[in-house]
């Protein structure tokens, strides 16, 4: 793939960085701003994970009703991004930034004091509205203020990694601070951090929004949008209570007649919210299928060997918390290393590399037994390298799925970057908690677990390789 910036880059508005590898002060003062929004609401998806007994039993939530505390957020989150990428681009993309930073201070505040259920749900569906629309703003923010090319990589790659590092560190966060302060630390983190952003960002960062304001194509936003909810509640419900379900049957059956709806509306819409023509380039379609499949294998892998650490050896949600900072340094320096690899060979080339990794060293705990010391030494150099190469392909397809486009279509192409990260994150744990309990046929054994968990990460070193033969068909280079 050409890394050079687009000739017509300035005249549709973009911030595009002069052509050179060094970063000015001031760019470097807004990449700080724009990774640390991101990397605050990468965390925002896990932190609670392990938080979540701790809440039921302080805000008296039944033991079937705490899923929802995590739901109401993915719901959110994954179901209004690409809409909340839409809106950007009509209003401005740093004004939706910093709204919504605001917004999720003001919903994490709510949280942090909240004395009953119905406030805590509301405030994660706020912090889930305000995650949908930062994440796609942020990452058009960041595009458009960087140049095609090593610049453009290099920022990609150090988000790619704080990405990843925020979901692993929320895991992390989650147990400390419930063991050591309250479950309600997990909220009020996120207060000053959004507030520092909120005061400094105006100041350091342009407005980008394309030179002709869009129409807001609402057919398609709403189609797309409830399609979405559908799709995430059915999979979460299958998840929580079998494929069968009708739970989970209705949402599946709905999201999947919404989403084909929204095609058809796209295909006859003036102003379609996804012109059919970018979603058929292939960078556009292929790039985000290996993003989703990207963010759906690593992040449910965190689920899978939060079980297995859990309930096969017996680790509390501290020490297993702790255990995944292997995986964080993983995906740090697979995010340092990916625009060097990119730069030096292709981006196919690190999708492809990255993917056979991850899936090596996926497979690899194929071999996770029921002593500790033998798995400890498997599981942590697995997941280092397979941390690696998934951010390979993460940096990989970032690059792919926004590059070659004017910044008037960049609002929409980090809107569908940005679903694919949001709804991989939101389904992984889902789908694989669906294959774990099928392959436990309910019982809750530790043998039983770890065959479970077995079962579901040979799934999952199966989809890491799906990825890499779809781009290696779809992304070759065309002779």
Same mark, same amino acid.
């Given at each position: 793939?050409?890394? %050079?910036?687009?000739?017509?880059?300035?005249?549709?508005?973009?911030?595009?960085?002069?052509?050179?590898?060094?970063?000015?002060?001031?760019?470097?003062?807004?990449?700080?701003?724009?990774?640390?929004?991101?990397?605050?609401?990468?965390?925002?998806?896990?932190?609670?994970?392990?938080?979540?007994?701790?809440?039921?039993?302080?805000?008296?939530?039944?033991?079937?009703?705490?899923?929802?505390?995590?739901?109401?957020?993915?719901?959110?989150?994954?179901?209004?991004?690409?809409?909340?990428?839409?809106?950007?681009?009509?209003?401005?993309?740093?004004?939706?930034?910093?709204?919504?930073?605001?917004?999720?201070?003001?919903?994490?505040?709510?949280?942090?004091?909240?004395?009953?259920?119905?406030?805590?749900?509301?405030?994660?569906?706020?912090?889930?509205?305000?995650?949908?629309?930062?994440?796609?703003?942020?990452?058009?923010?960041?595009? %458009?203020?960087?140049?095609?090319?090593?610049?453009?990589?290099?920022?990609?790659?150090?988000?790619?990694?704080?990405?990843?590092?925020?979901?692993?560190?929320?895991?992390?966060?989650?147990?400390?601070?419930?063991?050591?302060?309250?479950?309600?630390?997990?909220?009020?983190?996120?207060?000053?951090?959004?507030?520092?952003?909120?005061?400094?960002?105006?100041?350091?960062?342009?407005?980008?929004?394309?030179?002709?304001?869009?129409?807001?194509?609402?057919?398609?936003?709403?189609?797309?949008?409830?399609?979405?909810?559908?799709?995430?509640?059915?999979?979460?419900?299958?998840?929580?209570?079998?494929?069968?379900?009708?739970?989970?049957?209705?949402?599946?059956?709905?999201?999947?007649?919404?989403?084909?709806?929204?095609?058809?509306?796209?295909?006859?819409?003036?102003?379609?919210?996804?012109?059919?023509?970018?979603?058929?380039?292939?960078?556009?379609?292929?790039?985000?299928?290996?993003?989703?499949?990207?963010?759906? %294998?690593?992040?449910?892998?965190?689920?899978?060997?939060?079980?297995?650490?859990?309930?096969?050896?017996?680790?509390?949600?501290?020490?297993?918390?702790?255990?995944?900072?292997?995986?964080?340094?993983?995906?740090?320096?697979?995010?340092?290393?990916?625009?060097?690899?990119?730069?030096?060979?292709?981006?196919?080339?690190?999708?492809?590399?990255?993917?056979?990794?991850?899936?090596?060293?996926?497979?690899?705990?194929?071999?996770?037994?029921?002593?500790?010391?033998?798995?400890?030494?498997?599981?942590?150099?697995?997941?280092?390298?397979?941390?690696?190469?998934?951010?390979?392909?993460?940096?990989?397809?970032?690059?792919?799925?926004?590059?070659?486009?004017?910044?008037?279509?960049?609002?929409?192409?980090?809107?569908?970057?940005?679903?694919?990260?949001?709804?991989?994150?939101?389904?992984?744990?889902?789908?694989?908690?669906?294959?774990?309990?099928?392959?436990?046929?309910?019982?809750?054994?530790?043998?039983?677990?770890?065959?479970?968990?077995?079962?579901?990460?040979?799934?999952?070193?199966?989809?890491?390789?799906?990825?890499?033969?779809?781009?290696?068909?779809?992304?070759?280079?065309?002779?």
């Amino acid at each position: 793939m050409s890394t %050079t910036a687009p000739t017509d880059a300035r005249r549709h508005g973009a911030q595009a960085a002069p052509a050179t590898e060094r970063l000015s002060g001031r760019l470097k003062l807004v990449l700080a701003v724009l990774l640390v929004a991101q990397f605050m609401l990468a965390v925002d998806f896990s932190i609670l994970n392990v938080a979540l007994p701790a809440i039921g039993d302080s805000l008296g939530f039944a033991l079937s009703d705490l899923q929802w505390i995590a739901t109401a957020f993915a719901l959110s989150a994954a179901g209004f991004t690409l809409f909340f990428g839409r809106i950007g681009d009509l209003i401005g993309r740093k004004k939706i930034f910093i709204g919504s930073l605001a917004l999720l201070g003001a919903a994490s505040l709510a949280g942090g004091l909240a004395a009953s259920p119905e406030v805590l749900l509301a405030a994660r569906v706020a912090q889930g509205l305000a995650t949908a629309a930062a994440t796609p703003a942020g990452l058009a923010l960041l595009t %458009t203020s960087f140049a095609e090319g090593p610049l453009r990589q290099k920022a990609l790659g150090i988000n790619g990694a704080l990405m990843s590092a925020g979901f692993t560190t929320g895991a992390i966060l989650g147990g400390i601070l419930t063991d050591l302060l309250s479950w309600r630390w997990a909220f009020f983190l996120n207060v000053p951090v959004a507030l520092a952003v909120v005061v400094i960002a105006p100041a350091v960062i342009k407005e980008s929004r394309p030179t002709e304001r869009p129409r807001l194509d609402l057919p398609g936003a709403l189609t797309v949008t409830l399609g979405l909810l559908g799709l995430v509640f059915g999979l979460t419900q299958a998840g929580e209570r079998g494929w069968t379900h009708p739970h989970a049957l209705l949402g599946l059956g709905a999201g999947a007649l919404l989403l084909a709806a929204f095609f058809l509306v796209e295909r006859r819409a003036t102003a379609p919210l996804v012109p059919l023509r970018t979603l058929g380039r292939p960078t556009v379609a292929w790039g985000n299928v290996l993003g989703l499949l990207a963010f759906v %294998t690593e992040t449910s892998l965190v689920y899978l060997l939060t079980l297995y650490l859990q309930k096969t050896l017996g680790f509390s949600p501290l020490a297993a918390g702790v255990t995944f900072g292997v995986l964080g340094l993983g995906t740090v320096a697979g995010g340092l290393l990916a625009p060097r690899v990119i730069a030096r060979t292709s981006t196919l080339t690190a999708l492809v590399a990255g993917g056979l990794v991850q899936t090596v060293f996926t497979a690899a705990l194929l071999f996770l037994g029921t002593s500790t010391g033998a798995s400890l030494a498997l599981l942590l150099p697995a997941t280092f390298f397979g941390g690696v190469g998934n951010m390979l392909v993460i940096v990989g397809f970032m690059v792919t799925a926004t590059s070659g486009l004017p910044d008037a279509e960049q609002g929409l192409a980090t809107g569908l970057a940005s679903m694919a990260q949001q709804v991989g994150i939101t389904l992984g744990t889902p789908v694989m908690s669906a294959v774990v309990t099928a392959a436990t046929a309910g019982a809750t054994t530790a043998s039983a677990v770890h065959s479970g968990v077995t079962t579901a990460i040979a799934v999952n070193a199966g989809l890491v390789l799906l990825g890499v033969a779809l781009a290696a068909l779809f992304l070759r280079p065309r002779p």
